[in-house]
């Protein structure tokens, strides 16, 4: 076999030696052509991988035997990937920008709240495919622990679906139905943490030694103490410390790591163990046709002390390996990072330095979330400006996933230097946020409810639903016409800039039909205590059938919705692959950005206020564009101009590029027939 990636002559030394070893697992059960097929991204991913679990696991005596485990699982997954998920892995890593490209449009859902079970999503796929959607996160379905269950993320059984929802046959069905449509399946990897009615977690309370070593437990209180000098909690509200007394576990009682709830025990990464299961769970899950993984929770793998326990190295790690196990089993499959942290954090899932395509290929950008309901709230561009000139360069082979709202609480995640910068008070800006998004700020548009108030620190976050935080309940609810339009506005607004940003865009479901808060959480014991369950309103089907009347305020939200999605998927300019470059537009109430590719530009120019705003027409040169300009969202005709200003209406968005230029894509119409 030709070398075509150079190794260093101790990796291919211990490849060679992987081959002479292994080679008798895949002859035995596979077609020469595939046989060479593994052989051949085994030995492109192998430095990646060996590097990973040698600096993790390296100093064990049974190094070597674990890692020969671990190929046996590959060989056999491998040997297990149903034939169409191959064609797919094959089209993939033919155009690894796949996930980049302008129709990439996601939608992220309950499968209950949405349509009631499985067999109800299938059909609802028309409906996702009228939005224009490309990618379809259910939320997690796997059987939950009964009780609370953190809305699913408390799981008892990963291989099971609940049972109200359907089977994994369902599960199987709806992906391939998915794939046949153009749309890819994203499913939740809880990694974590189990539900403690896990049958790993009760072994383990049983006192077995081989489960106890799944988990982080202490017979007193040394340990958990010197840890919680430096750990956050994250539900300080309902589930303060990040530590659970379990009484008679292993005969005496143990202190478990539960950064969560008391009933999710995280599980313990320093053990190769967890590795293997975690593993063979991907393996399930992209076998059974999911083609992007959720990591939940990802930043809290693994644990040091004197830290806060987030984003430590070996997290990279950790993900590297899950990385380099996929290209070769199933490089079809991609990876999400569900990491809520500060941008110069989150840049290192995606990949920074050496571990460039070698970590995530998306990763939630959180900073970006909170800094536009920031904006929307000041009718400023300068805090998100700022920030965005700063916040790193994303490089090649990964995307931002671009959102207003999902299943969580809004974190004010703006970091404290840049708030300074701009002349604001980290803390009063916060409070300002809170008070603004719960409707106490006067004149405040928007009604939210607060999130896990912190008495201690007066920390708070935010939950609500798009159109309720975007102010449409208070002006639905007042009957008043021109609030009505301005939320309107404002929601087609955000979402004009989240479609615009590159990345992947993700519409959390009902945003879509501008769903307000669901306030009856309140009346269901297991939910009453989160009030998350605002922004997980169910799916209203009879406001669904207004979407094609522009008279009625879902029809215009959902018109104006898949234009902007349609306009989007026309252009190249929007590809994930190129460059952001904010630009202070010389007017405080317009966000100003452009994106570059080789073939042209697109200048994205946002007015945040409510009422008409001017820039000066120069501005499209600083931003690369020359002479005429066409606004892409009002069918391609030039902006309006006065006194060599451009003109743009209350809460509105224009993408402008070169009048000369030609970015359109015919309009898509063919579709995937195979998966
Ligand atoms: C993730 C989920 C969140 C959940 C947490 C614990 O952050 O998004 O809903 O509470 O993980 O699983
Ligand atoms: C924090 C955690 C995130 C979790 C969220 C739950 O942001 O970092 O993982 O989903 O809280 O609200």
Redesign the pocket.
């Known amino acids: 076999m030709h070398n075509v990636f150079v190794m260093t002559p101790e990796v291919r030394a211990a490849f060679e030696n992987v081959r002479r070893v292994e080679s008798y697992r895949l002859e035995g059960w596979m077609n020469p052509r595939d046989v060479d097929v593994f052989w051949l991204r085994f030995e492109r991913y192998f430095d990646d991988l060996h590097y990973a679990l040698d600096t993790l696991y390296g100093d064990r005596a049974d190094t070597l035997e674990q890692f020969g485990r671990l190929f046996g699982r590959m060989v056999q997954a491998y040997a297990e990937r149903p034939d169409p998920l191959k064609v797919l892995d094959l089209e993939r890593q033919f155009t690894p920008r796949w996930f980049q490209r302008t129709h990439m449009v996601g939608y992220t859902c309950y499968t209950d709240q949405f349509a009631g079970d499985l067999e109800g999503v299938r059909d609802r796929i028309d409906y996702l495919q009228e939005l224009g959607v490309t990618y379809l996160h259910l939320m997690p379905l796997m059987q939950p622990r009964p009780g609370p269950d953190d809305g699913g993320y408390a799981m008892v059984d990963f291989r099971r679906v609940r049972p109200d929802l359907g089977t994994i046959e369902d599960l199987k069905r709806l992906a391939v139905d998915l794939s046949e449509r153009g749309i890819t399946l994203c499913l939740d990897l809880v990694l974590n943490h189990v539900a403690r009615e896990h049958h790993w977690a009760q072994r383990a309370l049983a006192g077995e030694e081989r489960y106890l070593g799944y988990f982080h437990t202490f017979s007193d209180r040394s340990l958990p103490d010197a840890y919680e000098q430096t750990l956050p909690e994250?539900?300080p509200d309902d589930a303060p410390g990040n530590f659970t007394w379990v009484p008679g576990m292993a005969g005496q009682g143990r202190w478990v790591w539960t950064t969560?709830h008391d009933y999710q025990w995280d599980l313990n990464y320093s053990n190769p163990e967890v590795v293997h299961e975690i593993v063979d769970l991907m393996f399930f899950y992209a076998n059974l046709g999911a083609g992007v993984l959720r990591l939940?929770?990802a930043?809290?793998l693994w644990k040091r002390l004197d830290t806060n326990c987030?984003n430590q190295p070996e997290v990279f790690l950790l993900i590297q390996a899950f990385r380099a196990i996929l290209r070769v089993v199933a490089p079809g499959v991609i990876l999400k990072a569900?990491?809520?942290?500060p941008p110069d954090a989150l840049i290192r899932y995606l990949g920074v330095k050496s571990t460039v395509e070698k970590q995530c290929e998306l990763a939630y950008d959180?900073q970006r979330m909170a800094l536009l309901w920031s904006s929307l709230a000041t009718r400023k561009a300068t805090l998100i400006t700022q920030a965005l000139h700063r916040a790193p360069q994303l490089l090649i082979g990964c995307a931002p996933v671009n959102y207003l709202r999902n299943h969580?609480?809004i974190?004010w995640a703006m970091t404290n230097e840049d708030l300074v910068a701009v002349g604001e008070t980290p803390d009063l800006h916060r409070h300002f946020l809170n008070d603004f998004y719960t409707g106490r700020f006067p004149g405040s548009f928007a009604r939210g409810a607060l999130?896990?108030e912190n008495p201690a620190t007066g920390d708070a976050?935010v939950t609500g639903t798009t159109a309720s935080l975007a102010g449409l309940e208070t002006a639905l609810e007042h009957g008043e016409e021109s609030a009505v339009d301005r939320a309107i506005r404002r929601i087609l607004l955000l979402h004009a800039l989240i479609l615009g940003a590159g990345g992947i865009p993700v519409i959390h479901m009902g945003d879509e039909l501008g769903l307000t808060n669901d306030a009856t959480y309140s009346r269901d014991p297991q939910r009453a205590g989160d009030n998350?369950w605002l922004n997980r309103p169910r799916m209203d089907w009879q406001r669904a059938r207004l979407r094609h009347d522009e008279r009625s305020v879902p029809g215009r939200i959902f018109q104006g919705l898949t234009r902007l999605i349609e306009a989007r998927r026309r252009t190249s300019l929007f590809h994930g692959f190129g460059l952001f470059q904010p630009l202070w537009s010389g007017n405080d109430h317009v966000l100003g950005y452009a994106r570059k590719r080789p073939e042209g530009t697109v200048l994205v120019l946002a007015n945040l206020e409510e009422h008409p705003q001017t820039v000066e027409a120069a501005l499209t040169r600083h931003a690369g564009l020359s002479g005429e300009t066409r606004d892409l969202l009002s069918g391609g005709a030039p902006p309006p101009q006065r006194h060599g200003r451009l003109q743009l209406d209350a809460l509105s968005c224009r993408w402008l590029v070169d009048g000369s230029a030609e970015p359109l894509y015919p309009v898509r119409t063919d579709r995937r027939t195979r998966p």
Request: no cysteine.
């Open positions: 994250v539900f969560f939940d929770a930043p809290f987030q569900e990491a809520i942290v959180n969580d609480d974190g999130f896990q976050r998350r």
